[in-house]
């Protein structure tokens, strides 16, 4: 059909007339409601963006001579964050002759693996970084 033709039977109709192949040959169109078509297309994505979830990584720092109770405290905020769906960055800063101790600083980062076994799993392994070494847990998910 002629695009005059196409486009008159679009204005007698009040609709528009939208190209939707513009790269064929010929171009493809369509005589619909944009306005219409538009405010329903962000009804969806609004729809789906209602639906998702969006994942936050939250970081505890340790140190090296942390004390139980310290500790604990610690594990019990990491919990929490876990439960609610959210990553964990467990970071331990090595500061002046600690560094010479790195291997307590795994030390600490596995008993805290250990400790949130039953919330969160290992996403990523200890690692030295610098004078930090990192660890992510991530949640369990729950089916």
């Known amino acids: 059909m002629l ?3 196409a486009l008159n ?9 939208v ?3 513009p790269q064929a040959t010929p171009p493809v169109c369509k005589i619909m409601n944009y306005g219409k078509y538009r405010f329903e ?5 609004k729809e789906a963006k209602k639906n998702q979830k969006v994942i936050d990584i939250k970081e505890i720092r340790l140190s090296v ?6 500790f604990e405290t ?26 010479a101790h790195a291997e307590l600083g795994g030390e600490i980062l ?7 076994a039953e919330f969160g ?6 690692k030295l970084e610098g004078r930090s070494m990192i660890m992510f847990l991530t949640a369990k998910t729950t089916k």
């Open 3 to 5: 695009t005059a033709n």
């Open 41 to 45: 297309q962000t009804k969806r994505e």
């Open 19 to 21: 190209k939707i192949a």
């Open 121 to 126: 799993s290992v996403d990523k392994m200890p």
């Open 65 to 70: 001579n942390i004390d139980t109770h310290d």
């Open 110 to 116: 596995k008993n805290f693996a250990d400790a949130c």
């Open 9 to 17: 039977m679009a204005i007698e109709n009040d609709l528009d007339l």
């Open 74 to 99: 610690k594990v019990s905020h990491a919990k929490r964050f876990l439960t609610s769906g959210d990553k964990v960055k467990v970071t331990i800063r090595f500061r002046g002759r600690e560094m």
